[in-house]
């Protein structure tokens, strides 16, 4: 029989891309119906899934409030879900800097409705799995020589945005501890490709190039991150969530650690435009140095690997995806 999942946020970038890619395939299509639940905040975007909502019968779009209670509750009672991945979150830094309140309102409280509604059908169905979408910011940061961080890193949020997902994590982590609700956690490191919303840093500077403006580079420039192409993220998503075992956390990353300065010169140079677009501005409050993710335990227990090399592949294609848009 047919197997009903719930997944939260995915109009937005990552939730966009996990729905053209995974939930499309034949096989995935066979044994499950998927129900969308997104709140179409500034982020979401109907029109990135649309054709795959107007092609599939699998899918089903519902706009609503991973904190609204009341329809949470009917959405559960209607579908009686076998599994929920929730990708649903305020995912900006710089904003959660500016109000950090609508990050705990959805990120911490949202979740944990959703948590709530999830051990309510766990009661009923002891194969009901849970997935929290993560991210590698709850372990703060690190500096050049600091190995990267792996499962066992203490938990170490900087920024509102992180703490808000970090508190969410740790309420998972509960829910599994108190009420033994098979509870996955994937924490990935920085994603980038199609229909990345463009406040993030790699869509924000191949707009801006575009238009002959301005590259907002943040202190110097010499901050890193490990740059993940959004279909090897929902990749170990998937796995995770068919594979991984209940209770425990998965590090997601890209093996490609580059500056930010580095990152918006290939771009540049990419689109033919000149350094002189280059212009450093007011580091970030709290900017954390960097990020690098030790992925071993999910090679080896979910058999997952990144495949798309970051200049030789996915920053071009995510630069021509965004050149389709705004190329004048
Ligand atoms: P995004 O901001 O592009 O999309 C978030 C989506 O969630 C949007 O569709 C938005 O409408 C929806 N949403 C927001 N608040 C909601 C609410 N209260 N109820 C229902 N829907 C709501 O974010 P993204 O970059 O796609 O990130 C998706 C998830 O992955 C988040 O949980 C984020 O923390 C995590 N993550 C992101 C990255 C990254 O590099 N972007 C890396 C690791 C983890
Ligand atoms: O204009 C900019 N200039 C700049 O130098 C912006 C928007 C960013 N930056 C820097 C800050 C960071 O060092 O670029 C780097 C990347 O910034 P963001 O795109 O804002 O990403 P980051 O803060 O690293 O967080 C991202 O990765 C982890 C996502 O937004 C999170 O949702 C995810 O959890």
């Given at each position: 029989m047919k197997q009903t999942v719930l997944l939260t946020g995915c109009a937005g970038f990552i939730g966009s891309n996990f729905i053209k890619t995974i939930t499309c395939r034949d096989s995935i299509k066979a044994q499950y119906d998927f129900v969308i639940?997104?709140?179409?905040?500034?982020?979401?975007?109907?029109?990135?899934?649309?054709?795959?909502?107007?092609?599939?019968?699998?899918?089903?779009?519902?706009?609503?409030?991973?904190r609204d209670t009341k329809l949470v509750h009917e959405l559960f009672q209607k579908y009686n879900f076998s599994g929920v991945l929730n990708f649903a979150a305020?995912?900006?830094?710089?904003?959660?800097?500016?109000?950090?309140?609508?990050?705990?309102?959805?990120?911490?409280?949202?979740?944990?409705?959703?948590?709530?509604?999830?051990?309510?059908?766990f009661e009923e169905n002891p194969a009901f799995k849970y997935l929290q979408v993560s991210t590698d910011e709850v372990y703060?940061?690190?500096?050049?020589?600091?190995?990267?961080?792996?499962?066992?890193?203490?938990?170490?949020?900087?920024?509102?945005?992180?703490?808000?997902?970090?508190?969410?994590?740790?309420?998972?982590?509960?829910?599994?501890?108190?009420?033994?609700?098979?509870?996955?956690?994937?924490?990935?490191?920085?994603?980038?490709?199609?229909?990345?919303?463009?406040?993030k840093f790699i869509p924000l500077m191949i707009k801006r190039a575009l238009a002959n403006e301005k590259l907002p580079?943040?202190?110097?420039?010499?901050?890193?991150?490990?740059?993940?192409?959004?279909?090897?993220?929902?990749?170990?998503?998937?796995?995770?969530?068919?594979?991984?075992?209940?209770?425990?956390?998965?590090?997601?990353?890209?093996?490609?650690?580059?500056?930010?300065?580095?990152?918006?010169?290939?771009?540049?140079?990419?689109?033919?435009?000149?350094?002189?677009?280059?212009?450093?501005?007011?580091?970030?409050k709290g900017h954390d140095f960097r990020y690098a993710?030790?992925?071993s335990k999910a090679q080896k227990e979910l058999g997952w690997n990144p495949t798309v090399r970051f200049e030789e592949e996915g920053l071009g294609k995510t630069i021509e995806h965004f050149k389709s848009l705004w190329a004048k």
């Open positions: 639940l997104d709140a179409l905040t500034y982020a979401g975007r109907l029109e990135n899934i649309q054709p795959e909502l107007d092609a599939h019968k699998h899918l089903t779009f519902v706009k609503g409030d991973i305020e995912s900006h830094v710089d904003r959660s800097i500016e109000n950090p309140n609508i990050f705990v309102e959805t990120n911490v409280l949202g979740t944990l409705n959703l948590l709530k509604e999830s051990l309510n059908l703060g940061t690190l500096q050049m020589e600091d190995p990267a961080f792996t499962e066992e890193t203490p938990i170490s949020p900087n920024s509102p945005y992180s703490a808000s997902k970090a508190s969410a994590d740790l309420m998972c982590r509960a829910f599994f501890e108190t009420y033994k609700m098979p509870v996955v956690i994937t924490r990935c490191s920085n994603n980038y490709g199609p229909y990345q919303v463009e406040e580079i943040y202190g110097t420039g010499m901050n890193i991150r490990d740059w993940i192409y959004v279909d090897d993220h929902n990749e170990g998503v998937w796995l995770a969530f068919t594979k991984g075992k209940a209770g425990e956390v998965y590090n997601l990353g890209g093996n490609s650690e580059r500056q930010n300065l580095d990152v918006a010169k290939i771009i540049l140079k990419h689109l033919g435009k000149p350094e002189s677009l280059l212009s450093f501005v007011t580091d970030r993710i030790n992925y």
